[in-house]
């Protein structure tokens, strides 16, 4: 029930298109769901976050579609360019109840073609 | 305005041995958690600490341990290495213990 399952393990798009990642959660008490991206030999830098309050939050090229019933949230990256190869985890915890720790994803290994 | 910060970067041990990693939060925080990541993984949380005491642990043995200075700076320790301790060690540091978490560039820690 604390898993966070991610799909696909790897994704390959041509420079412009758009990747879309996607995870799903088990657990209801999860309440923040952030995005990170990790370049080979770098800690995980923070991409855009939601709060199940709102089902869409986009930043820039970014975006986070939330689906509450089906208890599934996705990144969107928008013309994705060569610059945006690395790998991207989503999270989750539920702050509101007590539970600080993040549950990580297993990680999208993304290549973006010039 | 410094990023939370790791020291050391590499590091190569062996079995048996004991090492201590280092992390300084962003300015501002006073709330630090380690995670461990293996290669081709997520991070896995370790332990958070807040106040300068150890308030959420994760499945790790009592192998790994810590410690919080009253300058919210944060060590970990991990005592009798064992291979599978390889990975990459992550600091995050947040605003408080509900505020988003910042990552570190990690410790690379090698056990031979």
């Known amino acids: 029930q604390q898993q966070v399952k991610q799909s696909p393990q790897s994704l390959i798009v041509q420079k412009g298109g758009i990747s879309i990642i996607n995870c799903a959660y088990e657990?209801?008490?999860?309440?923040?769901f952030p995005w990170y991206q990790q370049f080979p030999g770098k800690g995980p830098a923070l991409l855009i976050a939601?709060?199940?309050?709102?089902s869409e939050k986009k930043e820039g090229r970014f975006t986070i579609s939330f689906n509450k019933s089906a208890k599934q949230f996705s990144l969107h990256i928008m013309d994705s360019q060569p610059g945006d190869s690395a790998t991207y985890f989503c999270?989750?915890?539920?702050?509101?109840?007590?539970?600080?720790?993040?549950?990580f994803g297993t990680g999208t290994r993304l290549k973006v073609l010039a | 305005d410094a990023g939370v910060t790791q020291s050391p970067t590499h590091l190569i041990k062996t079995r048996g041995q004991q090492v201590t990693l280092r992390c300084s939060p962003k300015?501002?925080?006073?709330?630090v958690s380690w995670y461990q990541q293996a290669l081709g993984q997520g991070p896995q949380f370790i332990f958070q600490?807040?106040?300068?005491?150890?308030?959420q642990r994760g499945n790790f043995p009592d192998r790994f341990s810590g410690h919080q200075f009253p300058n919210y700076s944060s060590e970990l320790n991990v005592n009798a290495l064992l291979l599978g301790d390889s990975a990459l060690y992550l600091c995050?540091?947040?605003?408080?213990?509900?505020?988003?978490?910042?990552f570190g560039p990690g410790t690379r820690l090698l056990v031979l």
């Open positions: 657990n209801t008490a999860f309440d923040y």
């Open positions: 600490y807040y106040e300068e005491e150890e308030r």
């Open positions: 300015s501002g925080h006073d709330t």
């Open positions: 999270a989750a915890n539920s702050p509101t109840s007590g539970t600080y720790k993040y549950i």
């Open positions: 995050a540091s947040s605003l408080d213990r509900q505020g988003t978490q910042y």
């Open positions: 939601i709060r199940p309050d709102v």
